[in-house]
């Protein structure tokens, strides 16, 4: 019982609540979603099962984990994989048995897995057959005292592997009992490590405690926001090792709805496919995803009736895309976070003054913006000397973020969470401006807006335009040295299957992008590739585009050295 | 910045996560209130404001406080008054400054309120002109050092009131400017301070901490729960001193809804004004103030079109009463909860099994049921032996719920607070079933389930039914002890105005509900009463109509006596 504080004491002193003090655990969604939600279904490469059955799964996963694999409180738990039912019931397990789920992105180099198991201290390690062989030739994985293959597939690879590589299926069908009881865990304890993509430097790790993912999924599930309810099935093509999945393993648990894993298979065909066949209400995904699936959808391939919404993350949504989607009757909605802010912290929907009914150019008009800051966070835009600059619509600043599920720190690395922190607030290196209602718009990466004559242009903008140009399959807008404009924005583009002579040319882009941006935003150059560079996490690596060309700016621009 | 265990330390301990530890206090809902809603607007008796006007408005009122009226954090500010805005201002201002808003039912008896404002041990009491008399004559509120008139009238009853009484707005006038900085208040320090109804024995204080009312509001914007957006417009007919206004007062600033208070006039003709004046989205009020509005909607001199969902609690909603508003196009939710509960403990929603498009007799059937527990608390049912029973509909016992919201104590009352737990769960006093996807349905108070030959009777489903008898305005149903069956129950029904002649009769009574109820429910006495005797909150007095009519229960059935 909490003591009570008598009037009359000489410091004032605040007065306890007298509430149940339950801590804000993962324990309390698992039970929920195994019972009262326990008809509802997941579906994934491994088969279509009940959240009740996958309750009496996890539950006997987490006996596997303490008494084959020896996982104590506090343990790192490593997952290398895809989008399945196996990865979802780890999502769960691990942290219910207090150790820290540590989701490795597959598409990592060798190198960084390296870096991020041994930073990690990994004791566990579950992988896919299908990428065993990306494990193989990485050296330093000695700290993996356990290989457990989830599933199938890489028998090739798995000599290479040391120790022994033992079979999740197996494992779990030599524990029928689930585990005897679970610990007390506290909300703070950790229960996920994601480790960011590391567009700059290393990848650093992200430590979500259980109270930032519960808060997290009960936000997900504000109608304000994602507006997740029992009614939804969910399909998260975003990865189970990027972000957390945008927290959907636990946000669809929390209120009940049900979730499709599709593997490896993110193609058009099968994503229809699972549309179809489970049909999806909600689907989760980077804009390309949805760009790829476009052609299916106008052609009456795909199937997408049942849907109510698409969030679409990762990178800006161009309008033409919200807008194809949007005449099939699906509202495309713009979502924004980072794995520093748990990952979801902003939704683009129509604000109270343009009304619940908002269509046509009103609508993507909105959609075009970021958002608002999520209900339980809050955001700020600081200018150079680091106030916070005024809400006009039109100050550029850095956005910063603060709240509940927002990263106080990397692990381990004091340097780093000093250099990412500002008075307690989270610098997301994103450039903003604010409106007066509180709506931001990112305009651009802090390290990638062009910086031409003392203005700035947004590249994240000028490629925006660049996809809507029929001849244009991909685009990446770079600031190179200018000596009259320190720097001018040039344009990197793949031509879209047109022959010879129809490639893009800077007089065809400057004319289609005539009446879409302003003219001194034109990039000076543009530059045909094969492809351009991405990160592992499908980001656009200008770090690479700006080695290159660096050197030739005085040549793009036409400019005469001495 | 948290510490990090290492691995092979000799006892294992949960790593903490990494994530800000923002407390969850009222602080930042009301910044966000201000700002990114500030545009948003409360209507009132006093005039219609922005979130932005208010926030100024309070944050004066927060000096006024601590600096005129020398409120200090752990203060109890008591208010006495119906629902207005400067009620709403005090909702904020003072758990803002640290102190505990305590809200006195403003219908209590003169011995409770004396009692109430004494346990709590009220510094500053805030109440409206109109209520003024009812405390004129109220001993031992000696206690309150400052009495401040929330609203005009009453003047009579002014000078029986010590020490001298304060105008809210000259106080508020007289204080330009904002207070210069707010506390730093801990999540779990008290906020809000509401006395159960007292239906059995004295008041019991309830008091919610920062974090329970934060938690509280955000689950209440759930899609799954009552859905509040920024579209939002909320009436809350409940009153503001009644189990915290149901939590609308900090659930629609939490994601941006307007607020409308009626003051002190919910009749018909007002309610259906306000609704149509600012557009109401969602109502929230106990089933007689919707029975009352019905022949409103009906005439067509009240336009509900604006209005999306109509939440009831405080009694179970007649099915009649439901299919009337369903036939105008306005679902009629089922919530549950008591001032114990947060308040919300549970709302009627279709489950996914049933579809989100149920309609008709399914719908209705659905709504009859109480509901399922809160995504964030859980629910369970437990019999004589204290052990849960199963849930397979039909198994009777006293519901228990826990979680983040739920009270672990009454303030000041160690007996009460050991007699309300059972576990760590708090014993609601209802009698219920749980089905096997957990949806509930109280069937009774445990003190008034009927015990009859071994078996239940529901005292409330009754009542239920025999509100749906033309000829019966309000009814109470109660045990009454009978020689063979222990207790059989007895009907006591208000005339709806028919002539003499045409009142109900037992006969009548059993003609109408025997396709309702079970044979051996059907009433063995019908007695028709002036008034049902009501408690100051609304409910049946069911004390009353045991203490006048248990002796008479022979006569009632027809027993002779010896």
Not at 63 to 78: H, K, N, S, T
Not at 286 to 310: C, F, H, N, Q, Y
């Amino acid at each position: 019982m909490t003591s009570v504080t008598e009037r009359g004491t000489e410091a004032p002193a605040f007065l306890p609540g007298l509430m149940q003090p339950t801590p804000l655990v993962l324990h309390a969604v698992f039970e929920r979603m195994r019972t009262i939600y326990g008809d509802t279904r997941v579906a994934g490469p491994e088969g279509v099962f009940t959240y009740a059955e996958l309750g009496e799964r996890i539950l006997r996963l987490c006996r596997v984990l303490v008494e084959e694999l020896d996982v104590r409180p506090g343990d790192r738990v490593a997952t290398f994989g895809f989008n399945s039912v196996r990865h979802f019931e780890l999502y769960w397990a691990v942290p219910l048995v207090g150790a820290v789920l540590h989701t490795v992105n597959v598409r990592l180099f060798p190198e960084q897995i390296a870096q991020i198991v041994g930073h990690a201290g990994d004791k566990v390690l579950f992988f896919d057959g299908e990428v065993a062989d990306r494990l193989g030739d990485v050296d330093g994985l000695g700290i993996v005292e356990q290989w457990v293959r989830m599933q199938p597939g890489g028998d090739a690879a798995l000599p290479t592997l040391t120790p022994e590589v033992r079979e999740y299926e197996d494992l779990l069908a030599a524990c029928p009992d689930p585990i005897g009881a679970l610990p007390d865990v506290p909300e703070d304890a950790a229960a996920n490590l994601c480790y960011t993509s590391g567009t700059t430097g290393m990848p650093k790790g992200v430590l979500q405690s259980h109270r930032s993912l519960w808060l997290h999924a009960m936000a997900a599930c504000m109608a304000d926001h994602l507006a997740l309810t029992q009614h939804d099935t969910v399909l998260p093509i975003v990865p189970l090792f990027h972000a957390c999945g945008w927290g959907m393993p636990y946000a669809a648990p929390f209120t009940g709805a049900g979730l499709v894993f599709h593997g490896s298979d993110s193609f058009p065909a099968n994503v229809a496919r699972l549309i179809r066949e489970h049909r999806v209400t909600v689907g989760a995904a980077v804009p390309t995803i949805w760009k790829e699936l476009l052609p299916l959808l106008r052609s009456g391939d795909a199937d997408l009736s049942t849907v109510r919404g698409i969030y679409v993350g990762g990178s800006a949504t161009p309008r033409p895309l919200a807008e194809a989607y949007g005449a099939h009757g699906i509202d495309m909605v713009q979502i924004w976070g980072m794995t520093e802010t748990g990952p979801l912290a902003c939704v683009s929907q129509p604000r109270r003054h343009h009304g619940r009914d908002v269509r046509g150019d009103a609508l993507y008009a909105i959609k075009e913006k970021t958002g608002t800051i999520m209900s339980g966070l809050e955001a700020r835009v600081v200018g150079e000397t680091g106030e916070a600059v005024p809400w006009d619509g039109e100050t550029v600043g850095e956005l910063e973020v603060r709240g509940p599920w927002i990263a106080a720190a990397y692990y381990n690395d004091p340097i780093g969470s000093v250099e990412k922190l500002h008075d307690g607030w989270l610098r997301t290196g994103d450039m903003a401006w604010m409106e007066r209602d509180g709506t931001f718009r990112i305009v651009d990466r802090a390290k990638d807006l062009v910086k031409s004559g003392g203005e700035w242009i947004s590249s994240v903008e000028l490629e925006g335009a660049l996809l809507g140009h029929p001849a244009i399959r991909d685009a990446a807008v770079v600031g190179l040295p200018h000596p009259k404009w320190d720097e001018r924005p040039v344009a990197f583009v793949v031509a879209d299957g047109h022959g010879p002579g129809q490639e893009p040319t800077v007089e065809s882009v400057h004319a289609f992008l005539a009446d879409k941006v302003a003219k001194w935003w034109l990039p000076d150059a543009v530059v045909v590739v094969e492809e351009i560079p991405k990160t592992s996490v499908g980001k656009i690596d200008k770090k690479v585009l700006r080695a290159a060309w660096e050197a030739r700016a005085g040549e793009l621009f036409g400019i005469r050295e001495g």
